[in-house]
């Protein structure tokens, strides 16, 4: 996945065991933390922001790329 400075892009959180998918603009501004960078994404609903290093934001790589989502023909519940 290629992030471009203002683009929006779906990233994941897991709160309390349970993921939450949002939508959050790609900055372009990073610090570097314990020796790693950690990019700057904005909630355009909010203006809140969210910091991740590169492999967190590569887990969110299936949400942003319909090709990397796997597909199952039948789901039982319950």
Do not use: W
Not at 9 to 33: E, H, M, Q, R, S
Not at 35 to 60: A, H, I, M, V, W
């Amino acid at each position: 996945m290629h992030l471009v400075k203002g683009s929006t892009y779906f990233i994941c959180f897991i709160i309390n065991d349970k993921p939450v998918v949002v939508n959050a603009i790609f900055t372009g501004k990073f610090t570097t933390l314990d020796g790693s960078k950690t990019y700057q994404l904005q909630n355009p609903n909010n203006d809140r922001n969210y910091y991740f290093t590169e492999p967190q934001l590569t887990e969110c790589l299936p949400l942003n790329d319909p090709s990397l989502m796997g597909e199952d023909a039948e789901l039982t519940l319950g």
